[in-house]
Nanobody, 119 residues
Framework: QVQLTESGGGLVQPGGSLTLSCAAS????????MGWDRQAPGKQRELVAS???????NYVDSVNGRFTVSRDNAKNTVYLLMNSLNPDGTAVYYC?????????????WGQGTQVTVSA
């Protein structure tokens, strides 16, 4: 089973930037998509960003233009660059990977990493 290990979370000031990493235990080339969900206290989990095997990307409207998702197949790693952070970005961020067999089905999950945006 694929293991996803997240890193890069922490405390950042409003307006600052933070980069999250998600390293997979095996090749990610066969995965149809990978990406990031997040969940803030008292809120539903939501999709933040995704990246497909052809490097096309999707973003939730609230982060479009500020966040960038990318993948490095040689390193089996997906990244989320978060710029212009505001307190709404405070949440636990979860990396996911689609099933190699079922496009659109989030089969594998990272352990979650806390991002806190505060002065």
């Amino acid at each position: 089973q694929v293991q996803l290990t997240e890193s890069g979370g922490g405390l950042v000031q409003p307006g600052g930037s933070l980069t999250l990493s998600c390293a997979a235990s095996e090749s990610i080339e066969s995965m149809h998509a990978m990406g990031w969900d997040r969940q803030a206290p008292g809120k539903q989990r939501e999709l933040v960003a995704s990246i497909n095997s052809d490097d096309s990307t999707n973003y939730v409207d609230s982060v479009n233009g500020r966040f960038t998702v990318s993948r490095d197949n040689a390193k089996n790693t997906v990244y989320l660059l978060m710029n212009s952070l505001n307190p709404d970005g405070t949440a636990v961020y979860y990396c996911y990977a689609d099933s190699p067999c079922v496009p659109g089905f989030k089969d594998y999950w990272g352990q979650g990493t806390q991002v806190t945006v505060s002065a």
